[in-house]
Protein backbone atom coordinates (compact mmCIF):
# COMPACT_ATOMS: atom_id res chain seq x y z
CA UNK A 1 0.00 0.00 0.00
CA UNK A 2 1.45 3.36 -0.59
CA UNK A 3 1.65 5.91 1.70
CA UNK A 4 -1.08 8.47 0.19
CA UNK A 5 -3.41 5.09 -0.01
CA UNK A 6 -2.72 4.78 3.66
CA UNK A 7 -3.62 8.26 4.34
CA UNK A 8 -6.97 7.93 2.66
CA UNK A 9 -7.79 4.89 4.51
CA UNK A 10 -6.44 6.20 7.60
CA UNK A 11 -9.03 9.32 6.66
CA UNK A 12 -12.11 7.37 5.74
CA UNK A 13 -11.75 5.29 9.00
CA UNK A 14 -11.61 8.53 11.18
CA UNK A 15 -14.43 9.91 9.22
CA UNK A 16 -16.57 6.30 9.83
CA UNK A 17 -14.97 5.49 13.95
CA UNK A 18 -16.10 9.56 15.06
CA UNK A 19 -16.76 10.17 18.45
CA UNK A 20 -20.00 10.86 18.44
CA UNK A 21 -20.49 7.23 17.33
CA UNK A 22 -22.37 5.89 20.07
CA UNK A 23 -19.72 2.28 20.62
CA UNK A 24 -21.16 -1.15 21.31
CA UNK A 25 -17.40 -2.30 22.48
CA UNK A 26 -17.85 -5.05 24.99
CA UNK A 27 -21.80 -5.36 24.34
CA UNK A 28 -22.36 -8.98 24.82
CA UNK A 29 -24.84 -10.93 22.91
CA UNK A 30 -26.12 -14.08 25.20
CA UNK A 31 -28.82 -16.79 23.40
CA UNK A 32 -31.68 -18.38 25.88
CA UNK A 33 -33.73 -20.42 24.36
CA UNK A 34 -37.03 -20.77 26.66
CA UNK A 35 -38.76 -24.35 27.03
CA UNK A 36 -41.41 -23.84 28.88
CA UNK A 37 -44.19 -21.00 29.63
CA UNK A 38 -42.96 -20.08 32.76
CA UNK A 39 -39.70 -19.35 30.77
CA UNK A 40 -41.23 -16.92 28.32
CA UNK A 41 -43.02 -15.31 31.00
CA UNK A 42 -39.23 -14.72 32.76
CA UNK A 43 -37.66 -13.44 29.32
CA UNK A 44 -40.85 -11.14 29.02
CA UNK A 45 -39.76 -9.95 32.64
CA UNK A 46 -36.46 -9.02 31.65
CA UNK A 47 -37.75 -7.46 27.81
CA UNK A 48 -40.49 -5.04 30.27
CA UNK A 49 -37.24 -3.47 32.62
CA UNK A 50 -35.55 -2.32 29.35
CA UNK A 51 -31.87 -2.88 31.27
CA UNK A 52 -31.02 -4.99 27.87
CA UNK A 53 -31.60 -4.39 24.11
CA UNK A 54 -33.83 -7.66 22.86
CA UNK A 55 -32.52 -8.49 19.23
CA UNK A 56 -35.64 -10.86 19.04
CA UNK A 57 -39.27 -9.79 19.38
CA UNK A 58 -40.28 -13.13 19.41
CA UNK A 59 -40.42 -14.75 22.74
CA UNK A 60 -42.08 -18.03 22.68
CA UNK A 61 -41.25 -21.48 23.53
CA UNK A 62 -38.75 -23.36 21.24
CA UNK A 63 -37.12 -19.95 19.95
CA UNK A 64 -33.96 -18.78 20.07
CA UNK A 65 -34.38 -14.96 22.18
CA UNK A 66 -30.91 -12.96 21.80
CA UNK A 67 -30.25 -10.34 23.67
CA UNK A 68 -27.64 -7.84 23.69
CA UNK A 69 -26.43 -6.98 27.61
CA UNK A 70 -23.30 -3.94 28.85
CA UNK A 71 -20.31 -4.63 29.43
CA UNK A 72 -20.04 -4.62 32.95
CA UNK A 73 -23.71 -6.39 33.17
CA UNK A 74 -22.48 -10.00 31.16
CA UNK A 75 -21.89 -11.83 34.40
CA UNK A 76 -24.70 -10.47 36.54
CA UNK A 77 -27.06 -11.36 33.42
CA UNK A 78 -25.49 -14.77 33.33
CA UNK A 79 -25.77 -15.27 36.83
CA UNK A 80 -29.59 -14.48 37.01
CA UNK A 81 -30.26 -16.66 33.87
CA UNK A 82 -28.81 -19.68 36.30
CA UNK A 83 -30.61 -18.71 39.12
CA UNK A 84 -33.94 -18.76 37.40
CA UNK A 85 -33.00 -22.14 35.65
CA UNK A 86 -32.01 -20.57 31.98
CA UNK A 87 -29.12 -21.15 30.62
CA UNK A 88 -27.77 -18.02 28.44
CA UNK A 89 -25.11 -18.88 25.84
CA UNK A 90 -22.65 -15.87 25.11
CA UNK A 91 -23.07 -16.18 21.37
CA UNK A 92 -21.07 -12.42 20.64
CA UNK A 93 -17.98 -11.39 22.37
CA UNK A 94 -18.27 -7.90 21.43
CA UNK A 95 -20.59 -6.06 19.18
CA UNK A 96 -18.60 -3.46 18.46
CA UNK A 97 -16.25 -5.52 16.38
CA UNK A 98 -18.99 -6.66 13.95
CA UNK A 99 -20.25 -2.94 13.39
CA UNK A 100 -16.56 -1.94 12.89
CA UNK A 101 -16.72 -4.88 10.19
CA UNK A 102 -19.60 -3.56 8.72
CA UNK A 103 -17.85 -0.26 8.22
CA UNK A 104 -15.12 -1.47 6.63
CA UNK A 105 -14.48 0.12 3.55
CA UNK A 106 -12.30 -1.47 0.93
CA UNK A 107 -8.60 -0.70 0.90
CA UNK A 108 -7.92 -0.01 -3.01
CA UNK A 109 -10.61 1.01 -4.85
CA UNK A 110 -10.93 3.18 -7.86
CA UNK A 111 -13.29 5.60 -6.27
CA UNK A 112 -15.29 5.11 -9.88
CA UNK A 113 -16.09 1.16 -8.98
CA UNK A 114 -18.90 0.54 -7.08
CA UNK A 115 -19.00 -3.25 -5.41
CA UNK A 116 -21.21 -4.89 -3.03
CA UNK A 117 -18.59 -5.92 -1.13
CA UNK A 118 -19.42 -3.31 1.69
CA UNK A 119 -22.31 -1.76 3.01
CA UNK A 120 -23.41 1.57 1.16
CA UNK A 121 -23.59 5.09 2.87
CA UNK A 122 -26.56 6.87 1.74
CA UNK A 123 -24.44 9.53 -0.21
CA UNK A 124 -22.71 6.44 -2.04
CA UNK A 125 -26.10 5.02 -2.86
CA UNK A 126 -27.53 8.35 -4.35
CA UNK A 127 -24.19 9.35 -6.37
CA UNK A 128 -24.65 5.78 -7.82
CA UNK A 129 -28.12 6.58 -8.64
CA UNK A 130 -27.21 9.55 -10.36
CA UNK A 131 -24.61 7.94 -12.02
CA UNK A 132 -26.50 4.86 -13.91
CA UNK A 133 -29.01 7.50 -14.33
CA UNK A 134 -26.49 9.32 -16.77
CA UNK A 135 -25.03 5.99 -18.33
CA UNK A 136 -28.19 4.49 -18.46
CA UNK A 137 -30.21 7.96 -20.44
CA UNK A 138 -32.50 5.79 -22.59
CA UNK A 139 -33.72 3.36 -19.20
CA UNK A 140 -33.17 5.01 -16.25
CA UNK A 141 -34.66 7.92 -14.94
CA UNK A 142 -34.27 9.36 -11.47
CA UNK A 143 -37.30 9.37 -9.20
CA UNK A 144 -37.41 11.73 -6.29
CA UNK A 145 -40.99 10.42 -4.08
CA UNK A 146 -40.60 13.02 -1.29
CA UNK A 147 -38.55 14.81 1.54
CA UNK A 148 -37.74 13.23 4.44
CA UNK A 149 -38.60 14.80 7.96
CA UNK A 150 -35.05 16.06 8.02
CA UNK A 151 -35.97 17.20 4.37
CA UNK A 152 -33.71 15.09 2.78
CA UNK A 153 -34.60 13.43 -1.02
CA UNK A 154 -36.59 9.95 -0.98
CA UNK A 155 -34.98 9.13 -4.14
CA UNK A 156 -35.18 6.25 -6.47
CA UNK A 157 -34.74 4.90 -9.93
CA UNK A 158 -37.32 3.95 -12.56
CA UNK A 159 -36.26 1.28 -15.28
CA UNK A 160 -38.27 1.06 -18.11
CA UNK A 161 -37.02 -0.62 -21.43
CA UNK A 162 -40.39 -0.66 -23.63
CA UNK A 163 -41.78 3.07 -22.97
CA UNK A 164 -45.00 1.27 -23.95
CA UNK A 165 -48.58 2.93 -22.64
CA UNK A 166 -49.66 1.48 -19.60
CA UNK A 167 -47.38 -0.81 -18.45
CA UNK A 168 -47.02 -3.73 -15.35
CA UNK A 169 -45.26 -1.48 -12.80
CA UNK A 170 -43.81 -3.00 -9.80
CA UNK A 171 -42.47 -1.10 -6.54
CA UNK A 172 -39.32 -2.07 -4.41
CA UNK A 173 -39.51 -0.34 -0.91
CA UNK A 174 -35.89 -0.68 0.96
CA UNK A 175 -35.07 0.69 3.81
CA UNK A 176 -37.79 1.36 5.47
CA UNK A 177 -36.21 0.62 8.72
CA UNK A 178 -32.78 2.07 9.11
CA UNK A 179 -30.55 -0.46 10.78
CA UNK A 180 -31.25 -3.18 8.25
CA UNK A 181 -28.64 -2.23 6.31
CA UNK A 182 -28.39 -5.55 3.83
CA UNK A 183 -32.24 -4.01 2.26
CA UNK A 184 -30.75 -1.57 0.42
CA UNK A 185 -27.60 -3.08 -0.80
CA UNK A 186 -30.44 -5.49 -2.12
CA UNK A 187 -32.16 -3.10 -3.99
CA UNK A 188 -28.88 -1.54 -5.81
CA UNK A 189 -27.70 -5.16 -6.85
CA UNK A 190 -30.89 -5.64 -8.54
CA UNK A 191 -31.29 -2.35 -9.97
CA UNK A 192 -27.33 -3.22 -11.44
CA UNK A 193 -28.59 -6.62 -12.47
CA UNK A 194 -32.10 -5.06 -14.33
CA UNK A 195 -29.15 -2.69 -16.41
CA UNK A 196 -26.43 -5.42 -16.92
CA UNK A 197 -27.32 -8.85 -15.78
CA UNK A 198 -27.28 -10.97 -19.45
CA UNK A 199 -29.23 -13.75 -17.84
CA UNK A 200 -32.19 -14.40 -20.23
CA UNK A 201 -34.57 -15.26 -17.07
CA UNK A 202 -33.00 -11.76 -15.33
CA UNK A 203 -33.76 -9.94 -18.31
CA UNK A 204 -37.33 -10.86 -18.73
CA UNK A 205 -38.27 -9.63 -15.57
CA UNK A 206 -36.15 -6.55 -15.89
CA UNK A 207 -37.84 -5.55 -19.19
CA UNK A 208 -41.50 -7.28 -18.90
CA UNK A 209 -41.82 -4.54 -15.76
CA UNK A 210 -41.82 -0.96 -15.48
CA UNK A 211 -39.50 -1.08 -11.96
CA UNK A 212 -39.41 2.16 -9.25
CA UNK A 213 -36.85 1.06 -6.93
CA UNK A 214 -36.35 3.26 -3.73
CA UNK A 215 -33.51 1.51 -2.09
CA UNK A 216 -33.42 3.99 1.01
CA UNK A 217 -37.03 5.14 2.27
CA UNK A 218 -36.16 6.10 5.54
CA UNK A 219 -32.69 8.12 4.43
CA UNK A 220 -32.65 9.98 7.72
CA UNK A 221 -32.68 7.13 9.78
CA UNK A 222 -30.27 5.21 7.80
CA UNK A 223 -27.96 7.92 7.82
CA UNK A 224 -28.19 8.32 11.33
CA UNK A 225 -27.63 4.81 12.11
CA UNK A 226 -24.06 5.15 10.45
CA UNK A 227 -22.97 8.39 12.03
CA UNK A 228 -24.70 8.19 15.42
CA UNK A 229 -26.06 5.18 16.64
CA UNK A 230 -25.83 1.65 14.29
CA UNK A 231 -29.00 0.24 16.15
CA UNK A 232 -31.59 3.01 14.82
CA UNK A 233 -34.54 1.44 13.66
CA UNK A 234 -36.73 4.72 12.94
CA UNK A 235 -37.45 8.19 11.27
CA UNK A 236 -35.94 10.91 13.12
CA UNK A 237 -38.72 12.99 13.91
CA UNK A 238 -38.40 15.08 17.32
CA UNK A 239 -42.04 16.52 17.71
CA UNK A 240 -42.79 13.71 20.35
CA UNK A 241 -39.36 14.00 22.09
CA UNK A 242 -39.36 13.21 26.09
CA UNK A 243 -38.18 11.80 28.61
CA UNK A 244 -37.76 7.38 28.35
CA UNK A 245 -35.99 7.83 31.75
CA UNK A 246 -38.94 6.07 33.78
CA UNK A 247 -38.49 3.29 30.84
CA UNK A 248 -34.60 2.58 31.55
CA UNK A 249 -34.40 4.20 27.81
CA UNK A 250 -31.85 7.32 26.59
CA UNK A 251 -34.13 10.15 25.86
CA UNK A 252 -33.19 10.09 21.88
CA UNK A 253 -35.24 6.89 21.34
CA UNK A 254 -38.53 9.44 21.44
CA UNK A 255 -36.88 11.21 18.36
CA UNK A 256 -38.26 8.60 16.00
CA UNK A 257 -41.37 7.11 14.21
CA UNK A 258 -41.65 3.70 13.15
CA UNK A 259 -42.29 4.29 10.12
CA UNK A 260 -43.57 0.41 9.12
CA UNK A 261 -46.44 1.29 12.04
CA UNK A 262 -47.82 4.73 10.65
CA UNK A 263 -49.72 3.58 7.40
CA UNK A 264 -53.28 4.09 7.27
CA UNK A 265 -54.46 0.52 6.95
CA UNK A 266 -55.65 -0.48 10.35
CA UNK A 267 -53.40 1.58 12.10
CA UNK A 268 -52.73 0.75 15.81
CA UNK A 269 -54.46 -2.52 15.97
CA UNK A 270 -52.62 -4.64 17.26
CA UNK A 271 -48.00 -4.24 17.47
CA UNK A 272 -47.74 -0.88 17.96
CA UNK A 273 -47.32 1.54 20.40
CA UNK A 274 -48.46 4.79 21.06
CA UNK A 275 -45.60 5.46 23.56
CA UNK A 276 -42.92 7.53 21.49
CA UNK A 277 -39.79 5.60 23.72
CA UNK A 278 -40.53 2.42 21.61
CA UNK A 279 -39.00 1.14 18.91
CA UNK A 280 -42.55 0.64 17.38
CA UNK A 281 -44.34 3.80 18.33
CA UNK A 282 -46.91 4.29 15.73
CA UNK A 283 -46.89 8.15 15.90
CA UNK A 284 -49.99 10.11 16.67
CA UNK A 285 -52.49 9.41 13.78
CA UNK A 286 -51.96 7.12 11.01
CA UNK A 287 -49.93 9.21 8.18
CA UNK A 288 -48.32 11.57 10.44
CA UNK A 289 -44.57 11.10 8.60
CA UNK A 290 -43.72 12.58 5.53
CA UNK A 291 -41.58 9.28 4.51
CA UNK A 292 -45.20 7.16 4.98
CA UNK A 293 -47.07 9.37 3.06
CA UNK A 294 -44.16 9.82 0.42
CA UNK A 295 -44.30 6.21 -0.33
CA UNK A 296 -48.60 5.68 0.22
CA UNK A 297 -49.14 8.87 -2.91
CA UNK A 298 -46.19 7.15 -4.68
CA UNK A 299 -47.90 4.16 -4.80
CA UNK A 300 -51.37 5.63 -5.94
CA UNK A 301 -49.73 7.36 -8.38
CA UNK A 302 -48.27 4.49 -9.86
CA UNK A 303 -51.67 3.14 -10.33
CA UNK A 304 -52.62 5.91 -12.69
CA UNK A 305 -49.87 5.21 -14.27
CA UNK A 306 -50.52 1.74 -15.42
CA UNK A 307 -51.11 -1.66 -13.78
CA UNK A 308 -49.62 -1.82 -10.65
CA UNK A 309 -49.11 -5.32 -10.43
CA UNK A 310 -46.01 -5.55 -7.61
CA UNK A 311 -45.03 -3.75 -4.19
CA UNK A 312 -42.67 -5.62 -2.23
CA UNK A 313 -40.55 -4.39 0.52
CA UNK A 314 -37.54 -5.33 1.76
CA UNK A 315 -36.48 -5.39 5.71
CA UNK A 316 -34.46 -7.78 7.91
CA UNK A 317 -33.66 -10.28 9.55
CA UNK A 318 -35.77 -13.37 9.91
CA UNK A 319 -35.34 -14.72 6.34
CA UNK A 320 -39.07 -14.98 5.53
CA UNK A 321 -41.31 -13.70 2.87
CA UNK A 322 -44.07 -12.44 4.29
CA UNK A 323 -47.69 -12.37 3.00
CA UNK A 324 -50.64 -10.02 4.06
CA UNK A 325 -51.97 -9.41 6.69
CA UNK A 326 -49.86 -9.14 9.09
CA UNK A 327 -52.57 -9.39 11.81
CA UNK A 328 -54.48 -12.48 10.60
CA UNK A 329 -53.28 -16.15 11.41
CA UNK A 330 -54.81 -19.41 11.30
CA UNK A 331 -57.98 -19.51 8.92
CA UNK A 332 -58.38 -15.77 8.74
CA UNK A 333 -55.31 -15.56 6.19
CA UNK A 334 -57.95 -15.93 3.56
CA UNK A 335 -59.07 -12.63 4.31
CA UNK A 336 -57.04 -12.14 1.64
CA UNK A 337 -58.61 -13.11 -1.45
CA UNK A 338 -55.62 -13.89 -3.07
CA UNK A 339 -53.84 -15.67 -0.10
CA UNK A 340 -53.67 -19.25 -2.25
CA UNK A 341 -52.11 -17.51 -5.38
CA UNK A 342 -49.64 -15.17 -2.67
CA UNK A 343 -48.45 -17.82 -0.76
CA UNK A 344 -48.15 -20.29 -3.84
CA UNK A 345 -45.72 -17.49 -5.42
CA UNK A 346 -43.80 -17.10 -2.36
CA UNK A 347 -43.15 -20.96 -1.41
CA UNK A 348 -42.04 -21.40 -5.17
CA UNK A 349 -39.93 -18.19 -4.88
CA UNK A 350 -38.91 -19.67 -1.51
CA UNK A 351 -37.43 -23.11 -2.98
CA UNK A 352 -35.94 -21.76 -5.94
CA UNK A 353 -33.99 -19.34 -3.28
CA UNK A 354 -32.56 -22.64 -1.70
CA UNK A 355 -31.01 -23.63 -4.84
CA UNK A 356 -28.36 -21.04 -5.12
CA UNK A 357 -26.93 -21.31 -0.97
CA UNK A 358 -29.12 -23.52 1.01
CA UNK A 359 -30.86 -20.93 2.33
CA UNK A 360 -34.45 -21.37 4.31
CA UNK A 361 -37.01 -18.73 4.17
CA UNK A 362 -40.29 -19.47 5.27
CA UNK A 363 -43.15 -17.97 4.23
CA UNK A 364 -46.14 -16.99 5.93
CA UNK A 365 -48.03 -13.94 7.47
CA UNK A 366 -46.63 -11.91 10.09
CA UNK A 367 -49.46 -12.91 12.54
CA UNK A 368 -48.50 -16.73 11.81
CA UNK A 369 -44.42 -16.86 11.79
CA UNK A 370 -43.17 -13.96 13.21
CA UNK A 371 -45.63 -11.95 15.18
CA UNK A 372 -48.82 -9.34 15.02
CA UNK A 373 -48.41 -6.10 13.14
CA UNK A 374 -50.71 -3.70 12.40
CA UNK A 375 -50.17 -0.03 10.45
CA UNK A 376 -47.29 -1.58 7.79
CA UNK A 377 -46.43 -0.16 4.69
CA UNK A 378 -47.55 -3.55 3.03
CA UNK A 379 -50.52 -4.29 4.48
CA UNK A 380 -51.81 -0.80 3.39
CA UNK A 381 -50.69 -1.36 -0.06
CA UNK A 382 -52.97 -4.76 -0.37
CA UNK A 383 -55.71 -3.64 1.98
CA UNK A 384 -55.97 0.12 0.93
CA UNK A 385 -54.61 0.50 -2.85
CA UNK A 386 -55.30 -3.02 -3.41
CA UNK A 387 -52.27 -3.98 -5.40
CA UNK A 388 -52.31 -7.59 -6.19
CA UNK A 389 -49.09 -8.82 -5.68
CA UNK A 390 -47.58 -7.69 -2.45
CA UNK A 391 -45.01 -9.18 -0.55
CA UNK A 392 -42.17 -8.75 2.36
CA UNK A 393 -38.97 -10.49 2.59
CA UNK A 394 -37.27 -10.41 5.88
CA UNK A 395 -33.58 -10.93 4.72
CA UNK A 396 -30.72 -12.81 6.10
CA UNK A 397 -30.42 -13.95 8.70
CA UNK A 398 -32.01 -15.77 11.47
CA UNK A 399 -30.33 -13.67 13.99
CA UNK A 400 -27.12 -15.43 14.66
CA UNK A 401 -25.68 -11.79 12.94
CA UNK A 402 -29.10 -10.07 12.85
CA UNK A 403 -28.48 -6.36 11.90
CA UNK A 404 -24.97 -7.11 11.66
CA UNK A 405 -24.49 -9.10 8.80
CA UNK A 406 -20.91 -9.57 7.56
CA UNK A 407 -20.47 -7.92 4.20
CA UNK A 408 -19.45 -11.24 3.02
CA UNK A 409 -23.31 -12.32 2.87
CA UNK A 410 -24.20 -9.41 1.19
CA UNK A 411 -23.37 -10.76 -1.89
CA UNK A 412 -24.61 -14.16 -1.38
CA UNK A 413 -27.79 -12.96 -0.39
CA UNK A 414 -28.65 -10.51 -3.39
CA UNK A 415 -27.89 -13.48 -5.39
CA UNK A 416 -30.35 -15.74 -3.93
CA UNK A 417 -32.69 -13.21 -3.55
CA UNK A 418 -32.44 -12.10 -7.32
CA UNK A 419 -32.83 -15.99 -8.12
CA UNK A 420 -35.99 -15.89 -5.43
CA UNK A 421 -37.84 -12.96 -7.97
CA UNK A 422 -37.36 -14.27 -11.20
CA UNK A 423 -39.07 -16.99 -9.78
CA UNK A 424 -41.96 -15.18 -8.07
CA UNK A 425 -42.57 -13.25 -11.47
CA UNK A 426 -42.51 -16.77 -13.70
CA UNK A 427 -45.49 -18.17 -11.30
CA UNK A 428 -46.95 -14.80 -11.55
CA UNK A 429 -47.32 -14.90 -14.77
CA UNK A 430 -48.30 -18.51 -15.11
CA UNK A 431 -51.45 -17.88 -12.77
CA UNK A 432 -51.83 -15.06 -14.76
CA UNK A 433 -51.28 -11.89 -13.01
CA UNK A 434 -50.12 -10.39 -16.48
C1 LIG B 1 -47.01 13.64 19.74
O1 LIG B 1 -47.08 14.92 19.17
C2 LIG B 1 -48.33 15.24 18.59
C3 LIG B 1 -48.20 16.54 17.84
O2 LIG B 1 -47.66 17.54 18.68
C4 LIG B 1 -49.40 15.26 19.67
O3 LIG B 1 -50.66 15.52 19.11
C5 LIG B 1 -49.42 13.90 20.35
O4 LIG B 1 -50.31 13.89 21.41
C6 LIG B 1 -48.03 13.49 20.83
N1 LIG B 1 -48.10 12.12 21.29
C7 LIG B 1 -47.41 11.66 22.32
C8 LIG B 1 -47.61 10.23 22.64
O5 LIG B 1 -46.65 12.35 22.97
ZN1 LIG C 1 -37.88 -3.86 9.23
Redesign the pocket.
Known amino acids: MNSNIKLLVALIIAVYVNAEYISYKDYKVFKLVPKTEEDVDIIKNIHQENKHIFWSDMIKVGSDVRIMVKPDEGNDFENYAESVGLNAKLIIQNVQSLIDAQLKRPIERDSQQYNWDHYQTLEEIYDWLDKIAEQHPDVVTIIDIGRSVEGREIKGVKIDFKKKANPVIGFFEGGLHAREWISPVTLTWIINEFLNSKDRKVRELAENVVWHIVPVTNPDGYKYSFTDNRMWRKNRNT??F?SCAQWNLDDDMSNGFDLNRNFGYLWMATGAS???CTQNFAG?VAFSEPESIAIANYILGLQREGNLVYYMGFHSYSQMILIPYSHVKGADVLEVANYGDLFEIAIKGGEKLKERHNTIYSVGTSADILYEVAGSGFDWVKGSAKVPLVFLFELRDVGEYGFLLPPEQIIPNNEEVMDALVEMDRVSRQIGYY
Open positions: ANTQNPP
